[in-house]
Structures are given as C-alpha cells and as structure tokens.
C-alpha cells in the first residue's frame, strides 16, 4: 500500500463526496494505491474524518503511474476561485 497527501482549496461550489456531499474550503487530498487501485480520499485541513471523492477509484495499468495521478487530482481539485 503507498499513501500520498497533499492540501489544496476547494472550489466556491466544493467538491462532492459520497458520504457526506459536498465539502468547501481548505482541503487535503490522500490517495491511497493497493494493488493497482487507486482510491482518492479528503477531508477538512486537520480533521480526523476521511471521505471518498465522488468518483475517486480507478485501477491503474501501472502502480508506478499513482505519483502522476495524486499531482493531476491535486491540480484539478485546487481551485479557490472557481
């Protein structure tokens, strides 16, 4: 299993979970890569409690691919003025 972690801002409109809806704010994204699946995960700047990002599972051709993976969530995700 290999995590990254890594803070951003969300969007005005947020950005959706499955467990809770939608969240705003200051961010972090941790993507999470076991066996060739890749599960993107956020939660509040700080907080204990984790969410899975609407749509945040892929598997992956090549485990080596989940660094580029995590940067391209991070660089779409982050995006404090809309």
Known sequence: MNELQSPFTAPPDGVWTDEV???????????????GEVVAR??????LDWYTLTGGR?????????????????????????
């Open 42 to 47: 956020v939660r509040y700047a700080g907080a």
């Open 58 to 82: 892929t598997r992956l051709h090549d485990p080596r691919d989940h660094q580029a993976v995590h940067e391209l969530l991070v660089n779409v995700l982050h995006r404090p003025h809309g």
């Open 21 to 35: 809806g939608t969240i705003t704010g200051a961010l972090e994204l941790r993507t999470i890569c076991t066996d």
